[in-house]
Nanobody
Framework: QVQLVESGGGLVQAGGSLRLSCAAS????????MGWYRQAPGKQREVVAE???????TYAESVKGRFTISRDNAKNTVYLQMNSLKPEDTGVYYC???????WGQGTQVTVSS
């Protein structure tokens, strides 16, 4: 089993920044790619960014140039630095390893205009 615990969400004004953290514990050797996913009210969960154990990253087009995902394998932690936030970035952000179907409980990010 794997446990994922997110932290760092909150309320921020448009143009501001937030940093999300996701601490992994348990059978983490099973995990290769981890990422951040978000779900806005009334919408399906979508991929925001993913990073492999080797450090290869992918981003949704809507966040490229504004968000940065990183992974500290020694600390079993994945981060999401979010800059230049927009109201449309509002949603519940989940840390996950979708290939293994492991998910955190989610953290709310609200961007006010």
């Amino acid at each position: 089993q794997v446990q994922l615990v997110e932290s760092g969400g909150g309320l921020v004004q448009a143009g501001g920044s937030l940093r999300l953290s996701c601490a992994a514990s348990g059978s983490i050797f099973r995990i290769n790619a981890m990422g951040w996913y978000r779900q806005a009210p009334g919408k399906q969960r979508e991929v925001v960014a993913e990073v492999t154990r080797g450090g290869t990253t992918t981003y949704a087009e809507s966040v490229k140039g504004r968000f940065t995902i990183s992974r500290d394998n020694a600390k079993n932690t994945v981060y999401l630095q979010m800059n230049s936030l927009k109201p449309e970035d509002t949603g519940v952000y989940y840390c996950g390893a979708r290939g293994n179907n492991y998910w955190g409980q989610g953290t709310q990010v609200t961007v006010s205009s």
